[in-house]
């Protein structure tokens, strides 16, 4: 769903890769739905989740948003649009939002930026009741960020990675040290910090992705580039592809040599887990 155009525009476009059977990895088809189920409005930097019952819901938040036919943006206040699977509509959801934001985490709405300034707040969206309710304020919240990684484990952790941070709203924004790792305990509602290790120099990065491995032991992550303030020149990150072994709580980088038809660098891509299948889509080119 949306995301910018080769011509720098947002873009309104819908489309879907059928899973429902094994892909062939080499001949992926992608579905077309731009014209039986236009978007509202074009959106880019946005979150998508699926939701309700047999996923037949998927939730829209955040972004930046331009008319289709207008170069206006940000015409409206709207949070979040709900896609309805099977109906193939949009639905909008009413009641008190949080302010629109744009480069929010994947799994909850948890670090975003608009024009430098940067939030560490944090929200919950009930997918059942379609519900906001507002977490921030636990003790040991980490600094305000933005596109760090979020990665929900099944004991209820999500781990963030990565990304921007700023001291506050006067402050340059700099890279996070992908070292540093903060944890959002969903159960207890608190947060905690751990320090991974690694034999080898990890780039900070941001624009990557992170997927939890089938057997919840690691998180792989891809992409990303290291440089901040440079929209032109964009460098990839070093390691380009990285594991983080989460075992026992103790968290360790490793950087797998790789064999095959690899992917190009990239930033800003999607990355999801099929069964022991990573897919890979999209994104922008990085400077090698």
Known sequence: MGGISPSNSISGEVFYLDLSSPPDIDNLSFIDLTNTS???????????????????????????????????QNITDQFVFVY????????????????????????IDQFASDTNILYNE???FDTSTLLWG???????????????TATLLPDGK?????????????N????????????????????????????????????????????NKSIILLGGISTLHDEINQIAADPNFLVLKIESGTYEYLAPQLSGNQPPKL????????????????????IH
């Open 134 to 148: 507002n977490l921030s304020g636990a003790t040991n919240a980490p600094m305000p960020r933005s596109h760090a």
């Open 38 to 72: 236009p978007m509202l409005y074009g959106i880019s930097k946005g979150a998508a989740l699926a939701s309700g019952i047999g996923k037949s819901y998927i939730i829209l938040i955040g972004g930046t948003q331009q008319d289709i036919n207008m170069p206006q």
């Open 84 to 107: 309805n699977v099977h109906s193939q509509n949009w639905e909008i959801v009413q009641g008190a939002q949080p302010t629109r934001r744009s480069s929010i985490s994947t799994v």
């Open 158 to 170: 999500i781990i963030y990675i990565g990304g921007v941070i700023q001291q506050s709203f006067e």
């Open 122 to 124: 944090l929200y919950s």
């Open 172 to 215: 340059q924004t700099t890279l996070q040290n992908m070292l540093q790792i903060f944890i959002y305990d969903t159960q207890f509602l608190g947060w905690s910090a751990i320090k991974a290790n690694a034999s080898f120099v990890v780039q900070p990065r941001m624009g990557h992705t992170a997927v939890l491995t089938s057997d």
């Open 267 to 286: 930033s800003y891509h999607t990355a999801n887990l099929y069964v022991n299948h990573m897919i890979v889509t999209f994104g922008n080119y990085s």
